[in-house]
């Protein structure tokens, strides 16, 4: 059997009666709809439930799934203790798509926290299903900190697990949208909020899930959405699939954004492999970029290539630019991979002979010594965009009043501590931000009094 359905849900406690008391009809279309989700869910009678879920054990680097045999979980945070499950996981779907990511390069399984206590993302939609059906296994998924293609790649993998054990199953998506979307909301209004959820309700609602990866980080993040993740794990576990989509409802009342659609496979279609088609986009576009680059990005790159190769620090090679052989400077290496940060090493002041030196060994460190981040393997280097930011002179500065996010990046010291942090960077907006991840980075308190210098880069891309 392959993945019967695929249900996008929200999981607001407030829409479960005994939690809401009588808030729930607030949302009463939300409501609605998740009966007709249960509905069709009753009437396909899976073996298994597959829930992913913002709220679960999740990890910057890993996918946590089902860990164990059974899991419990109430409603008692919300005051309604009474409202309990005791679910039992499907351990063979569960070690099947282990082993398929592990023979895949994906990072997921049971390993991390043992916590048997089911979260919200996944009770909320039990609650509805339970209702009218009963006999099912459940395999919770949790998110990760990876990127959107890596989240599509574990639900291919699902799908492919559920085919090899021959389970009938169904896959929901627990997510809310935007939590930005009203001024009296409990987190606020952001003009991202609205715009976000016409989007995502336009993109599923046309099963365009090709279109999901068009979502910027930075865009999503000021959204504050919580769902977009599991909605791109529920597309991979539908990829290659014609699929109808039905959109139930969308509501915004109480200032978070909840969704409801059903996806339904109708056959292959090969021309719905939306990953295949968004790598082979991205290659194109980072060849076409590697071929404008400039010989201080070119430099970058042959180091990072020649060292995760061969082990080896590269020479200075011929042909290079006067600046960079006589000139002296610091200078950072950034790596991005499928648009996040994937190392970022570099040096306030010259440490080496020469700018081009201080590149060859600042690459090398980014890709390798970044304490963030794994080193860079040999399979990841045709998908790597490399910056180069070449600082200048460091100047004191009076006050915050001096800085311009845009322009100059901030160096804060206090005493032996330095932190620094580069200008124009996607997600910092202001200069108050910029100060205090520069702050963080050098483990000094936001209360702390510091020291504040300027420079401007020039920035190689």
Same mark, same amino acid.
């Given at each position: ?270 021309? &719905? ?27 970058? &790159? &042959? ?114 501590? &330095? ?43």
């Amino acid at each position: 059997m392959s993945v019967l359905a695929a249900y996008m849900v929200p999981h607001p406690p407030m829409i479960v009666p005994e939690v809401g008391r009588g808030s729930e009809k607030q949302i009463e279309a939300t409501r609605a709809a998740y009966v007709r989700v249960a509905e069709d869910i009753a009437g396909l009678k899976p073996e298994t439930i597959i829930i992913s879920s913002p709220h679960a054990t999740m990890y910057s680097d890993y996918f946590h799934i089902s860990p164990g045999h059974e899991a419990e979980g109430s409603f008692a945070q919300f005051h309604a203790s009474q409202v309990r499950f005791s679910e039992v996981y499907d351990e063979s779907l569960v070690q099947s798509v282990a082993r398929l990511a592990k023979e895949n390069g994906i990072r997921a399984g049971t390993m991390g926290l043992r916590d048997k206590a089911l979260d919200h993302g996944i009770m909320v939609p039990l609650y509805f299903i339970r209702q009218l059906y009963a006999d099912f296994m459940l395999v919770r998924v949790g998110l990760s900190g990876l990127p959107l293609e890596e989240h599509y790649r574990l639900g291919q993998i699902i799908r492919r697990a559920v085919e090899e054990t021959g389970r009938k199953a169904v896959y929901v998506a627990s997510g809310d949208l935007s939590h930005k979307l009203q001024s009296y909301g409990p987190y606020g209004f952001a003009e991202e909020g609205p715009v976000y959820d016409q989007r995502i309700m336009d993109v599923c609602g046309r099963a365009a899930f090709g279109e999901l990866f068009d979502f910027d980080e930075a865009f999503c993040e000021r959204a504050a959405e919580c769902g977009h993740r599991s909605f791109v794990m529920m597309a991979g576990a539908l990829d290659g699939l014609a699929v109808e989509a039905k959109q139930l409802s969308h509501e915004d009342v109480t200032g978070v954004g909840y969704g409801i659609c059903i996806f339904h496979p109708k056959g292959s279609d090969e021309n &719905r492999r939306f990953l295949d088609i968004r790598l082979k986009e991205e290659e194109i576009r980072l060849t076409e970029k590697m071929n404008r680059s400039d010989a201080w990005v070119r430099l970058a &790159r &042959r180091s990072v290539e020649n060292y995760v190769l061969h082990h080896q620090v590269m020479k200075i090679p011929d042909g290079l630019p006067d600046e960079m052989l006589y000139r002296r400077a610091g200078a950072f290496v950034s790596i991005h991979k499928h648009g996040r940060l994937r190392g970022c090493i570099g040096t306030i002041a010259p440490t080496r002979k020469n700018l081009a030196e201080e590149i060859i060994r600042n690459a090398v460190s980014a890709a390798v010594n970044d304490p963030r981040f794994d080193p860079i393997q040999p399979e990841e280097l045709k998908w790597l965009e490399i910056s180069v930011d070449v600082l200048g002179d460091p100047e004191d500065i009076q006050s915050e009043d001096d800085l311009d996010v845009k322009r100059y990046g901030v160096i804060v010291t206090r005493g032996h501590r &330095r932190g620094l942090l580069l200008p124009d960077l996607d997600g910092v907006d202001t200069v108050r931000q910029q100060i205090e991840i520069a702050r963080r980075k050098a483990g000094i308190g936001p209360r702390e009094e510091v020291s504040l210098q300027r420079f401007e880069v020039i920035r190689h891309t």
